[in-house]
Structures are given as structure tokens and as C-alpha cells.
């Protein structure tokens, strides 16, 4: 690791999920970056974590029922996991998988974690790239709206 550069610590968040009726579903664990160690300007430059406007969803909504126009909404599953970062992360080892005689070893990330900063920018770069390659417009006024007029999506 680059001297200049200080590693991110790391976590496991444990979730329970249960079903309609309070019986316990499943077990979840997310690990997730302690993102809120990153300094501005050091380990990072902007932020930015698109939403849809309920005013914009509101109106596409009328237009399309209206027209009988085609709506998709996706929902990915580790969104967040799938970005790539554009800057060089390190991440510490988690307590209790270290090796002995590796302790000063630390993790390079190529794909974005939960908890870091450059997450959100990472996924919506993902996902606009395959819109834009697939033949998507995106609104100039509403970053989070891609419109196709004619032909299908392959996925």
C-alpha cells in the first residue's frame, strides 16, 4: 500500500429478516466499509447519490398510462457492489482473519463496498453505462429517467 494512503476499516452488519407474521425469515450479513472515516479531499472529491424526483416518477406515470406506454423498474440486488471505483481503495484485514505474519497486509478494492463514499457515484456510472450502450437517452434534467422509444432490452 502507498505510504500517502491510510486503509479503510471494515465491518460485518448482521440482519434479521422476518416474515409477515414475526417468524424469523432468514439471517443476513452485509460487510460494509466504515466509510465515515474517509476525509474530503484525501480519500475522496464528490459525492453523489442520484434520486428520482417523486414529481418526475408522478408525471411519467400519468404519461404512460395515458399513452399505454411500457414502464420497467429494476431493482439490483448489491447494487452498490457492483460499481467499480475509478481511485485506489485499500481496506483492512477483518479481526480474526488475519495471518500470522501478514498483519501490515491490507486489501485493494476494485469493485465499491457499502459504506464508502465513492459507492453511489460508482453504481450510477455502472448503470448508465449499460442504459447509454443499450440504446437509453438519459433526461437532461433528470439524471435517474432513461427513455427508449423502439426495440427491446436484452438482459
Given at each position: 500500500?502507498?505510504?500517502?494512503?491510510?486503509?479503510?476499516?471494515?465491518?460485518?452488519?448482521?440482519?434479521?429478516?422476518?416474515?409477515?407474521?414475526?417468524?424469523?425469515?432468514?439471517?443476513?450479513?452485509?460487510?460494509?466499509s466504515k466509510g465515515y472515516a474517509q476525509h474530503y479531499g484525501v480519500d475522496y472529491i464528490e459525492v453523489f447519490a442520484p434520486m428520482a424526483k417523486l414529481d418526475i416518477i408522478r408525471i411519467i406515470l400519468s404519461l404512460a398510462a395515458q399513452n399505454g406506454w411500457i414502464i420497467f423498474q429494476l431493482n439490483v440486488k448489491n447494487a452498490f457492489l457492483h460499481g467499480e471505483l475509478t481511485k485506489e481503495i485499500y481496506?483492512?484485514?477483518?479481526?480474526?482473519?488475519?495471518?500470522?505474519?501478514?498483519?501490515?497486509?491490507?486489501?485493494?478494492?476494485?469493485?465499491?463496498?457499502?459504506?464508502?463514499?465513492?459507492a453511489p457515484m460508482a453504481w450510477y456510472n455502472k448503470i448508465e453505462g449499460f442504459f447509454l450502450q443499450n440504446g437509453f437517452e438519459r433526461c437532461f434534467c433528470e439524471h435517474t429517467l432513461f427513455t427508449k422509444s423502439a426495440g427491446e432490452v436484452q438482459f
Open positions: 500500500m502507498p505510504k500517502e494512503v491510510k486503509a479503510i476499516g471494515v465491518k460485518w452488519v448482521y440482519k434479521t429478516k422476518l416474515k409477515e407474521n414475526g417468524d424469523i425469515d432468514k439471517y443476513k450479513a452485509r460487510l460494509v481496506v483492512q484485514h477483518l479481526i480474526g482473519f488475519i495471518n500470522k505474519g501478514e498483519e501490515e497486509k491490507v486489501h485493494k478494492r476494485r469493485k465499491a463496498l457499502y459504506g464508502l463514499k465513492q
